[in-house]
Nanobody, 121 residues
Framework: VQLQASGGGLVQAGGSLRLSCAAS????????MGWFRQAPGKEREFVAA????????YYADSVKGRFTISRDNAKNTVYLQMSILKPEDTAVYYC???????????????WGQGTLVTVSS
């Protein structure tokens, strides 16, 4: 397994969760790492991305100010800290790897297996 996501679960609205995604050294190096999510019956959508050095981060408007993406290159791990969660954040969350920054799923060539986040109202 080259990308392993974890940290999902059930949380009440207004609560917080932190997702983690551990990657193999080979694919984590010099990468852009992203988080996407897919709600039932909906298409997979971009959530956040971070460049290799962590100096640039990008967010979907729907999560800006509530979610924070970060990475620890020494641990080959990327994180998604999610706060002020809303029921509409309920989805399977996927981490993914790209060689360039993009909000398009087509630019990401490695994907984790997904971790389910359920936000109750």
């Amino acid at each position: 397994v080259q990308l392993q996501a974890s940290g999902g679960g059930l949380v009440q609205a207004g609560g917080s969760l932190r997702l983690s995604c551990a990657a193999s050294v080979r694919i984590f190096s010099s990468s852009v790492m992203g988080w996407f999510r897919q709600a039932p019956g909906k298409e997979r959508e971009f959530v956040a991305a971070i460049r290799w050095g962590g100096e640039r981060t990008y967010y979907a408007d729907s999560v800006k100010g509530r979610f924070t993406i970060s990475r620890d290159n020494a641990k080959n791990t990327v994180y998604l800290q999610m706060s002020i969660l809303k029921p509409e954040d309920t989805a399977v969350y996927y981490c993914a790897r790209s060689s360039v920054y993009s909000r398009s799923i087509n630019e990401y060539n490695y994907w984790g297996q997904g971790t389910l986040v359920t936000v109750s109202s």
